[in-house]
């Protein structure tokens, strides 16, 4: 993972500046908890989450182009593995993330050796369908709680804090981690499967490996932030753990913030969650209508999300130009 | 046996209903390569127009079904002409989330307009039912797939016969060739989004007959169709149908089974969705165009 | 070095190939000619491992292709290019040379900063150093011909495959193009090219395969295989070459003119 | 353009990821806040329109009343409301936000055990005294909560008294199926019922769970009807009430009592079925019928309570009304003993509260449950619901057993 040197505006390795601002504002994160506000540590914890799960979502989906309608899947299986943890009596988040880490790695190379073989649209129904089945199992299954869902004893006093920072970190972890696969060998072979996975083959690249790894690094991430939402939330269940807005708002994140990029997830998590907060205190039944309304805007005037637009050169016309390419 | 033949019939009927939920959602996605997650909602919409057209007029819902399927066409041509041309060429996820949110709005207005109340439908043959070697079928549902069969034949048919059916299809295969030929590509992802828009408003009346109205129902038919048209296999008439009947009846069959594995209890009834996705993942794996799906589809 | 025997291919019922053999010396650029659909990018794609032969083996260096991944093909030392270019639209023409060097044939020995570094040299070779920034998509044709050749050699074959680069050239652009494959020669990389342009191929090639209908019509030399009633034929039709003969009883005159492209 | 597009945008980001203001609602002085996360939006809209309708009445009644009295002070009150989406995890959230941004004084439950269940962990957390009405499942009482306490009957109970009544009719009932949605409140539902079955001489010859949403039950419906049960009974929310009623009939099922845990007693339940609904019973927290006579302070009997709430309202209150307006009046009546907003001493007042009200008795066990109020038994004759059990407040006599279908 060394860096590349003299980056003469890569496609893949996007703009520093943008990275460097996302991590400044990662930093400023880390004062969340000095306002003694639950409510703020909760909000910016749930923020935190999402932005990891969009990074796992980020790097199957947005680097290597398979669209995966089921990373909730590990979400899942991350805040599982805590409740299996504490009901075998080891309260511990490092061992919480650890076994997170193995089991849905394991399980991302189990699945996606099968269905990472479908191209396309296949593909994310097979995911979706994971997911779905997931979620179903997960309430027969009776060591796991069943629909009844599963406790998990939380740590100390102060711990609501412990959690943020927690959730910070590992946060922190995929941003950087997702920064230096991009500019690393296994970021171009990431991308060289998006753009074109037979000409990616004739170079050298085995697809198959690499969709794997893409998948399962995603996997570790999203199960890592579901780790430390079991045990930060003391207890999972099925609808919790395989929530549908666990699904769909990390896709949603990265597609507004910018898909492929190492700062879109996070950028976009902000957004989003920043923006459906603030309606939600403000309007008290309509607020899903503005809220809808803000995606449907977003979408139609930055389909590439937020990124294309520091990236953009040639200005409005620019802008217009490539947004008419969309339209028929 | 009889439950088993029983169990048939019930798969039969919940999978014809499900074929056509899937039919318009697998239209759009095949030939536009649009996620439409707004069709649960165009759904809803369609049981809301027939459960108002019988409550206001006494009209009943098989009667309702072509009104529905009209208001919603016309509806579905605008949001596509206005809204989502503009970025259909955009990658797939662009789409994805605008009919994400577009789903929200219309649920949140639908929640105004008619609040969250549960609303029914009652017909003279509601829950009316025959016995057929001691196979109980009600009414109201082999009527429900009798209507459906045939929206899917008609479909068929059109899509196979009429000029602007083939434009359809050609245009699927390859935009830049049936643009050439001169296919107005604008008006031709109107009409092939209301299609979808009107095939679930359609089964969105359908469905008043056997179930309970609420602005979020069409959420769980939403991810139901999802599934189902790929099982089949994307953007085909018959891919729809065959899928659909699939996932009724394994899950329909699923409930008979009752195992216990290591002191674990595994209730059939409980993991029946369960095992109608493990037989789509068996599918895509074996299969990875779905049943019925071509190489290119 | 790469050794092609008896390789049948079957589409359905159709042969696109059928009983060629041939061999290619190491150090050696061979040309393969042949009128369209005579099976020229079958065979490219027999031997890059895209497809497995249906009959036959393709031997490169004692291994059966057919056995190796497509992945794999190019760490055995063999790099092609594609008739339609398929470079990575959304990156840069660096980045696209640069994944080569990364996954090629000693492609493990290098970092991302030593492939890039690589990358560089290669661009400059190729004459790209100019839109090195730019994405793939903004090429023109004639720098996007020069970049799938970029990425091939990226791979650092011993052994490369060139599906008709020099389509789509003026004259002034092909004598660049057949100067950078001499060059590329005589830093000892064996050659098979497959081209339209006959002129551009009669220079380059030290041997020439001629394929008509999917099977080997001749091999040899490239003035000798051009005088071949057989090659004539399957360029001109028979009638042609029945005037011709006739007429070279009469005049028992030199080779006819270049058969056109 | 572009520049000032950027600049705004960059500008929105630091107001959302900095900005999210800080609200003081807290009342000033002479006005007790309390805060509810209910479902305005999703799938339990209808029941937590109902939950906020209970809030308000309440509310409305308290103001116009001059406010509520504590100690020597006389306080107005206020709910503060967020729309939690019907999804757990939001409501958690809210709840936060009404502690810390809102400063509430108290929290009122969400509607449904899913969000009360998270609810409860912050108010425990925070430790501030939470009264709900609308999560029955005991799980959330299960935590060793001491700031959470429930004016309703638990899950268990629902269904239990159905079959109370059961055994006492003639012929009597010998088997019993019953179906459950997969979630948790059902589940608790389904085994108390099932629990009770076998103490009590019923063999139960069906239970199973489907689904959570499922949208076809038919298959259900078709092992029941092969198991041909005496009583058939679901576990589920007001859907798979009426989804498993449309099957029975469907597939021509009889039984000689039919009943759902949750449905029959929503208005709603009589308007989607019709006459499909006649004779069919449910468990209820609370109905019009009951006669307790509560202490001063509110509307003392149900009978003035519903005329009341109706006036208000324009429909009758259904048992998700009572028992939401149930919970504000142990706020008001542990308030007042504790003559102190104190939420310590609220607490405790709660804790140690006993009181009658149009409701029923409010006593809470030391869980916070409160398992001293009886279930009741609802039918519905006429296409009215009528309390068919227990026998001393009954205003109608059980229909029983009930006629085939078609014959209703």
Redesign the interface.
């Known amino acids: 993972?060394?860096?590349?040197?003299k980056p003469?505006?890569?496609?893949?390795t996007g703009k520093r500046w943008v990275f460097l601002v996302s991590l400044g504002?990662m930093a400023?994160?880390l004062f969340v908890p000095a306002g003694h506000?639950?409510?703020?540590n909760?909000?910016f914890r749930?923020i935190l989450m999402y932005a990891a799960m969009s990074y796992g979502w980020n790097l199957i989906?947005g680097y290597t182009g398979y669209?995966s309608f089921g990373n909730v899947a590990f979400f899942g299986i991350g805040a599982y593995c805590s409740a299996v943890l504490s009901k075998a009596g080891v309260d511990n988040l490092f061992a919480d993330v650890g076994l997170a880490l193995i089991v849905n790695a394991l399980f991302a190379v189990a699945v996606g050796l099968?269905?990472l073989?479908?191209?396309g649209?296949?593909f994310?129904?097979?995911t979706?369908?994971?997911a779905?089945?997931l979620t179903?199992?997960a309430?027969?299954?009776?060591?796991l709680g069943?629909?009844?869902?599963a406790?998990i004893k939380q740590i100390g006093e102060a711990h609501?804090t412990t959690y943020y920072y927690a959730m910070w970190a590992v946060t922190l972890a995929c941003m950087i981690a997702t920064f230096f696969i991009a500019?690393?060998?296994l970021g171009?072979?990431f991308?060289?499967i998006r753009?074109?996975e037979?000409?990616?083959?004739?170079?050298?690249?085995?697809?198959t490996r690499y969709k794997v790894t893409a998948w399962a690094i995603g996997a570790m991430m999203g199960g890592a932030a579901g780790a430390v939402f079991g045990a930060a939330?003391?207890?999972i269940?099925p609808?919790?753990a395989f929530?549908v807005?666990n699904n769909?708002f990390p896709?949603?994140m990265a597609?507004?913030g910018g898909?492929g990029t190492a700062s879109g997830p996070f950028?976009g998590a902000?957004?989003l969650?920043?923006?459906n907060?603030?309606l939600?205190?403000h309007f008290?039944?309509?607020?899903?209508?503005f809220?809808?309304?803000?995606?449907?805007l977003m979408?139609?005037f930055l389909?590439?999300g937020?990124m294309y637009?520091?990236g953009?050169r040639g200005?409005?016309r620019r802008?217009l130009s490539d947004?008419a390419?969309?339209?028929? | 046996m009889q439950l088993v033949l029983q169990n048939l019939v019930n798969g039969i009927l919940s999978g014809g209903i499900l074929a056509l939920v899937a039919l318009g959602f697998s239209l759009v996605?095949g030939i536009m390569n649009i996620?439409n997650l707004a069709h649960g909602a165009f759904l809803m919409l369609g049981a809301y127009i027939t459960w108002q057209l019988w409550s206001t007029f006494g009209l009943d819902p098989i009667l309702a079904v072509p009104i529905a399927f009209v208001v919603l066409f016309a509806f579905g041509y605008g949001i596509q002409r206005g809204?989502i041309?503009?970025?259909?060429?955009?990658?797939?996820?662009?789409?994805?989330?605008?009919t994400?949110?577009?789903?929200?709005?219309i649920?949140?207005?639908a929640?105004?307009v008619w609040t969250g109340d549960t609303r029914g439908v009652q017909t003279a043959y509601t829950g009316a039912n025959f016995t057929l070697l001691g196979v109980t079928v009600p009414w109201a549902k082999l009527l429900t797939l009798v209507v459906a069969l045939a929206i899917t034949g008609i479909l068929y048919l059109w899509l196979h016969r009429s000029r602007l059916g083939r434009a359809i299809r050609a245009t699927s295969m390859d935009v830049g060739a049936a643009q050439m030929v001169g296919v107005r590509?604008?008006h031709v992802?109107g009409i092939t989004y209301a299609l979808g828009a009107g095939l679930a408003a359609a089964a969105g009346a359908l469905l008043t007959l056997s179930y309970p109205l609420t602005p979020t129902m069409g959420d769980p038919f939403l991810?139901k169709g999802?599934?189902v048209c790929?099982l089949g296999g994307?953007g085909s008439v018959e891919g729809a149908l065959v899928g659909g009947l699939v996932y009724g009846i394994v899950s329909s069959f699923a409930t008979q089974f009752d195992v216990t594995i290591a002191?674990?209890?595994?209730?059939g009834t409980?993991?029946q969705?369960?095992l109608a996705?493990?037989v789509?993942?068996v599918v895509?794996?074996v299969r990875?165009?779905?049943l019925v799906g071509r190489a290119t589809a | 070095m790469l050794r092609i025997e008896n390789v049948g291919m079957r589409f359905g019922g159709l042969w696109a190939l059928k009983d060629v053999s041939f061999e290619v010396e190491r150090g050696t650029i061979l040309g393969l000619i042949g009128p369209n659909g005579s099976g020229k990018t079958t065979m490219m794609n027999v031997i890059?491992g895209?497809y497995k032969p249906s009959e036959g083996e393709v031997q490169y260096a004692g291994r059966r292709i057919a056995d190796v991944?497509?992945?794999?093909?190019?760490?055995l030392g063999i790099?092609?290019t594609?008739q339609v270019v398929?470079?990575?639209?959304?990156?840069?023409v660096?980045?696209n040379v640069?994944?080569?060097a990364?996954?090629?044939?000693l492609?493990a020995k290098r970092?991302?900063?030593d492939?890039?570094?690589r990358t560089d040299e290669l661009l400059e070779f190729v004459g790209l150093a100019r839109v090195?920034?730019r994405?793939a998509s903004d090429l023109t044709i004639p720098d996007r011909k020069r970049l799938e050749v970029a990425?091939a050699l990226?791979?650092d074959p011993e052994i490369l495959l060139l599906d008709e680069v020099m389509a789509g050239l003026n004259a002034s652009e092909v004598d660049e193009a057949l100067h950078l494959l001499r060059t590329v020669n005589e830093r000892g990389v064996t050659l098979i090219v497959v081209e339209h342009l006959m002129k551009a191929i009669m220079s380059i090639s030290q041997r020439i395969v001629v394929l008509a209908e999917g099977k080997k019509i001749a091999e040899g030399l490239p003035q000798d295989v051009t005088s071949s009633p057989a090659v004539i034929e399957a360029y001109l039709g028979a009638r042609y070459v029945k005037r011709q003969a006739a007429e070279r009883e009469r005049k028992a005159a030199a080779p006819p003119a270049e058969p056109p492209a | 353009?572009?520049r000032t597009?950027?600049l705004f945008?960059a500008a929105?980001?630091v107001?959302?990821?900095?900005g999210?203001?800080v609200?003081q609602a807290r009342a000033a002085g002479d006005t007790i806040v309390f805060g509810s996360a209910v479902s305005?939006?999703g799938s339990l809209t209808k029941e937590g329109h109902l939950t906020q309708e209970g809030y308000d009445f309440w509310k409305d009644y308290t103001n116009a009343h001059g406010g509520l009295k504590v100690g020597a002070k006389t306080y107005k009150v206020d709910i503060k409301?967020?729309?939690d989406?019907s999804?757990?995890?939001?409501a958690?959230?809210?709840a936060?936000?009404l502690?810390?941004?809102d400063k509430v004084d108290f929290l009122l439950g969400p509607y449904g055990s899913?969000t009360a269940?998270?609810v409860a962990?912050?108010a425990e957390?925070?430790k501030i005294p939470m009264v709900e009405g609308n999560g029955a499942a005991e799980?959330i009482f299960n935590?060793g909560y001491k700031y959470t306490f429930g004016v309703l009957s638990p899950a268990k109970k629902y269904l239990q008294r159905v079959l109370e009544m059961a055994v006492n009719q003639k012929p009597r009932p010998q088997t019993l199926a019953i179906s459950a949605s997969?979630?948790?409140f059902s589940?608790?539902v389904q085994d108390g019922a099932v629990t009770w079955a076998q103490q009590h001489g019923l063999k139960v010859v069906y239970a199973n769970?489907y689904?959570?949403g499922a949208t076809d039950v038919s298959s259900v419906i078709s092992a029941i009807k092969a198991a041909n049960p005496d009583i058939i009974l679901n576990a589920g929310h007001l859907q798979d009430a009426i989804l498993v009623n449309k099957g029975l009939k469907e597939q021509n099922v009889q039984a000689k009592i039919i009943g759902y845990s949750v449905g029959p007693d929503t208005p709603d339940f009589v308007g989607t079925l019709g006459k499909d609904s006649e004779d069919i019973v449910g468990g209820a927290q609370w109905s019009e019928a009951v006669g307790y006579r509560g202490i001063p302070g509110f509307y003392r009997t149900a009978k003035e309570y519903a005329d009341a709430f109706d006036k208000q309202f324009h429909h009758r209150p259904d048992y998700h009304d009572a028992e939401s307006t149930a919970a504000c009046l142990a706020f008001q009546y542990a308030i007042q003993k504790a003559g102190s907003l104190d939420r310590e001493k609220v607490r405790d007042a709660l804790a140690s509260l006993s009181i009658t009200t149009f409701f029923g008795l409010i006593k809470f066990d030391n869980r916070g449950l409160n398992v001293y109020k009886p279930m009741v038994v609802n039918q519905i004759q006429n296409g009215k619901l009528v309390t068919v059990f227990p026998a001393e407040i009954a205003n109608a006599k059980l229909r029983y057993p009930i006629p085939v279908w078609g014959k209703r």
């Open positions: 993972m060394v860096a590349v040197p003469r505006r890569g496609a893949i504002l400023g994160l506000s639950d409510y703020l909760l909000t749930n989906g669209i099968p269905i073989r479908l191209r649209h296949y994310g129904i097979a979706l369908g994971v779905l089945g179903d199992l309430s027969n299954l009776d060591f069943g629909s009844g869902g406790s609501f500019r690393s060998k171009y072979a991308v060289a753009e074109n037979e000409a990616a083959q004739v170079l050298g690249i085995s697809p939330n003391g207890f269940d609808p919790t929530a807005d769909v896709i949603a597609i507004l898909m950028i902000l957004l969650s920043g923006a907060e603030l939600q205190q008290l039944k309509l607020h899903a209508l809220f809808g309304g803000i995606i449907v979408i139609l389909p590439r937020l637009l520091v953009l200005g409005m802008w947004l390419v969309f339209r028929v | 996605y996620i809204v041309n503009r970025v259909v060429r955009a990658p797939v996820l662009a789409t994805f989330l605008l994400f949110a577009l789903s929200l709005l649920e949140t207005t929640l105004f590509v604008a992802y991810i999802f599934v790929v994307l002191g674990q209890h595994l209730s409980g993991l969705d369960v996705l493990v789509l993942l895509l794996i990875p165009t779905g | 890059s895209v991944p497509t992945h794999d093909v190019c760490h790099a092609r594609f398929k470079p990575f639209a959304n990156l840069t660096r980045e640069g994944v080569g990364m996954y090629g044939r492609g970092s991302a900063r492939a890039f570094a090195a920034g994405p990425k990226a791979l | 353009m572009i597009i950027r945008l929105a980001l107001f959302a990821a900095f999210v203001p609200t305005l939006t409301y967020y729309d989406e999804k757990p995890n939001t958690q959230t809210l936060e936000r502690i810390d941004q899913g269940f998270t962990g912050v957390r925070k799980k935590q997969s979630d948790a589940l608790e769970k689904p959570d």
